[in-house]
């Protein structure tokens, strides 16, 4: 398990967590309703409530076997080299 207690909102943690190599989740998938990932409009399917209750169809189109690295901030650590990134802190060199 990975804490981040730093960070200022769950928008800067997902930054962080894309950058070290610990996202595993499509961008699609964020902020985004079951039905809508799937295509589903559950107001036509069985009466307005979802048809995908209580099956694990999310799996695949949402968790990814490798990361999804995103570079955000060059004065970070990152799981790759964030050199043409922005900085957070204003004045400090690039991590790499």
């Known amino acids: 398990i990975f804490h981040m207690s730093w960070t200022q909102n769950k928008k800067n ?3 962080f967590f894309q950058q070290m190599g610990e996202w595993y989740l499509d961008s699609k998938c964020i902020g985004n309703t079951a039905d809508a990932i799937l295509g589903i409009d559950s107001e036509s399917v069985n009466g307005g409530s979802s ?3 209580g099956k ?3 799996f ?3 968790c990814l076997a490798e990361p999804n690295i995103v570079c ?3 004065d970070k650590p990152s ?3 964030c050199k043409d990134a922005p900085p957070i802190d204003k004045g400090f ?3 790499w």
Do not use: A, D
Request: glycine share 0%.
């Open 13 to 15: 943690k997902l930054k």
């Open 51 to 53: 048809s995908i209750e």
């Open 93 to 95: 060199p690039s991590f």
């Open 72 to 74: 955000h901030y060059r």
């Open 60 to 62: 695949e189109p949402c």
């Open 79 to 81: 799981k790759v080299p």
């Open 56 to 58: 694990n169809v999310l």
